[in-house]
């Protein structure tokens, strides 16, 4: 949760026209694909979506979520059935279904996902402020003076955090997960918005779409405030359809039909509250003429996909005087104390609970985008790194807290030790 939600987001196109070759693709009802060949056949009438099983309002396995409605949609304009193969969209979500070949197409990936190839958006949301509408508030953005004294709700590693930490409104703040086993009885992400309903937070932070589906859904009188995005961190994200790479004969007749069925599915998304808002940050949905400007690198971890950054590829320039040391480094009371500070603070809603990857990338092999010493480790957490896509709230720890998380991972390594450079 995501999300948040880190890709690179390209400008949205649409296609217009349709040929011969486009219909009679149309009438090929499904297909399956073979990494190994690139090779796309004929297969049964029906469109195998990856669907969560348990994760209103995005989809459930009795099919109330909007994205199942949607999958309806597109589906019917293909002249096939929805098929679904249940995996919970947290981590290991690509790896487990169109990786594994047990279905095609996931709904509902922010445009720019790097595990995917992703169609052009089908709608367009943004973070929201909520808050009840029977409290007196008038919120219009974060920068509200009345803020600093009230509880602020968010969920932790989303690009709003930042956005609350900029503004020294951290002290304020209660975190909560985007991640949930709905085997278990944990939390879902949806706690946020109860607790606002419920008064144990004054404001909520939120996905959109989250937040638009309590205002339908609750008896309380919830407003809701779309963000508008901020330099470095967007806040408002291209919604999309993802297929395996490669795969460019089904992701053009996903396109074809999401042009064609536009109008449904974007009276579906309002039916259940989601917000819209135009490219340039506006509410409303997005013209479908308008060339929308690329984004920068986001967060792209909306709750109903966990999704992971595509790794920059440029070094950082080494950071001038003498390089930084762990001095915890093989202190195994320091390395337990960071194990907490990792789970505290939300490390694993990124980079697994193992430190193996997730959303994010795995933090015990040896495979490191900026280098893997010390002074590198601790200039990312601290968000020094101009070139970095992690979430420079973790600026606001301690420096010995940095040095205990980083004693942690070293602890768990599991790369070729001939690449230790610490």
Known sequence: MTLSFRGVFAAGRVFAAIDACALLAALVLSAAYEPSTGAVFAQSPSLRVCGDPDNLPYSNEQLEGFENRIAGVVAAELGASPVYAWWPHQRGLVRNTID??????????????????????????????????????????????????????VHVNTPPEESLARRGLLDNVSTYSLF??????????????????????????????????????SDAPLEIVPLEDEPGVPLSFDISMGVAKGNDELKDRLETAIDRRRTEILAILEEYGVPLVSAAGGSGAASQDEEPAPEEAAQPEPPSAAAAAAAEEAAPAPAPGPRKLNPFTGNADMAAEGRTLYFQVGCQGCHGGGGGGGMATSVID????????DDVLFRLVKGEIPEQTMPTVYSVLEDEEVWKILAFIRSVYAGDPGRIDW
């Open 100 to 153: 594994a070949g047990t279905c095609d197409v996931i709904f509902g990936v922010p445009e720019g996902l790097d595990f995917v190839l992703w169609t052009e958006p089908y709608y367009r949301s943004s973070y929201v402020m909520a808050y009840r509408g029977d409290r007196g508030y008038d919120f219009r953005s974060l920068d509200a003076p009345e803020l600093r004294e009230l509880r602020i709700g």
């Open 366 to 373: 040896d495979a490191w985008t900026f280098g893997s010493d």
């Open 180 to 217: 949930f086993d709905p085997r278990g009885d944990r939390d879902r992400p949806r706690k946020l918005l109860d607790d606002l309903v419920a008064g144990t937070v004054d404001v909520a932070v939120a996905w959109g779409p989250l937040a638009g589906y309590a205002a339908t859904t």
